[in-house]
């Protein structure tokens, strides 16, 4: 029999990958949709699953929603992938980042408890946990030190999963992941304003990009390399945590440059710094060690960044072109 999954956040950029990549391997998706905003089903568009996935109308604060989901789905395998997911965000509307990014996530574990389905579960643990980053190279054993609203939230959720697991036993793993882009990212997002914006000024729609801290470095991965990860991890005898990262940082004048440079421009003449997008604080630098997801897991990233972000300029490009 096929088995059977429940993404919350299905909608989101990773939700809609993992959601392929499942179908995929013959299993029933079902998703757990916030119905906040008007379209929120476009990248399941996209990717033309939209047909294939069990929309299930749920919140992650509203335990009630998550058990009805739960029943509703028949899930084997569930992977948390909901939250408010925007830095800069979070320092706006803290409490409902700890509510959605944190509690939520202990709603799930607390839902998948109470129902006593014995369905694995997969949590969205981030990089920006590692925030002020005590070690050059982040694995899973660096101390943690969160920056932002966000990074507190998450880290609230991930050391609930590790407690849900060695309190009652639960297959429950968290993916630390590090930065991971495609042309399905939030606009909001600086790659993809950035991808977005070297289309657009390529296409004369727009003159100038502004931007905040553009000495920020980040370990950029693809989106879709990093979904099988979190597949991978819930078909583990164990649970555990994992690292998924490149092991390579880039600043983000330097990603400018490779998607300005895939169509013809300077980065110089088109980027502007503007003290409106700075943070207040900054997450300078992140690096990952992904070494024990390639040992147990057996996986690693297959998309570099000049790949990744030529990928994001050209889908840009062509939406651009068709507006
Ligand atoms: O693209 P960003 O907004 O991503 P950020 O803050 O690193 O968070 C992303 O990755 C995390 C994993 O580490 C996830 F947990 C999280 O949910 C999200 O997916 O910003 C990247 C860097 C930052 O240093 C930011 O200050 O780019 C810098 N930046 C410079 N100018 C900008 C801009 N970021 C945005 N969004 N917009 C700018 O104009």
């Known amino acids: 029999m096929a088995k059977s999954a429940l993404i919350t956040g299905v909608s989101g950029q990773d939700g809609a990958y993992l959601a392929r990549l499942l179908i995929d391997k013959g299993y029933r998706v079902s998703g757990l949709l916030a119905r906040r905003s008007s379209d929120t089903l476009w990248r399941l568009r996209e990717l033309g699953i939209l047909d294939a996935v069990a929309c299930i109308d749920g919140d992650l604060s509203d335990i009630s929603s998550i058990r009805r989901a ?3 789905s028949g899930a084997e395998e569930v992977y948390n992938l909901a ?3 925007f830095v800069a965000t979070s320092w706006q509307q803290p409490l409902l980042t700890a509510q959605i990014t944190g509690v939520g996530a202990l709603n799930v574990l607390e839902a998948i408890r109470l129902t006593d389905s014995g369905a694995r579960f997969y949590q969205a643990s981030t990089s920006e946990m590692f925030g002020l980053i005590q070690r050059e190279r982040q694995d899973e ?3 943690f030190h969160p920056r932002s609203p966000y990074g507190v939230a998450k880290l609230f959720a991930h050391w609930s999963t590790v407690n849900y697991r060695e309190s009652f036993g639960m297959h429950a793993s968290s993916g630390i992941l590090f930065n991971h882009e495609s042309p399905l990212r939030g606009i909001e997002f600086v790659t993809r304003k950035v991808s977005d914006g070297a ?3 390529k296409l004369g729609k727009q003159k100038e990009l502004r931007l905040g801290n553009i000495d920020a470095k980040r370990d950029w991965g693809f989106a879709g390399d990093y979904v099988e990860a979190m597949w991978l991890m819930l078909q583990q005898d164990k649970p555990d945590d994992y690292v998924i990262a490149t092991g390579t940082t880039t600043t983000v004048r330097d990603m400018c440059r490779i998607a300005f440079e895939h169509v013809g421009l300077r980065y110089e003449e ?10 207040p604080a900054e997450v300078e630098v992140l690096l990952g060690n992904p070494s024990k997801a390639k040992a147990k897991l057996g996986w690693q990233p297959k998309t570099g960044l000049n790949e990744l972000m030529r990928m994001m300029v050209d889908a840009d490009l062509r939406r651009v072109g068709r507006e």
Do not use: N, Y
């Open 70 to 72: 739960l029943d509703a």
């Open 83 to 85: 939250a408010q997911s």
């Open 141 to 143: 054993v660096t101390p």
């Open 199 to 201: 289309a657009r000024i």
């Open 270 to 279: 088109h980027v502007v710094v503007d003290p409106k997008f700075f943070r």
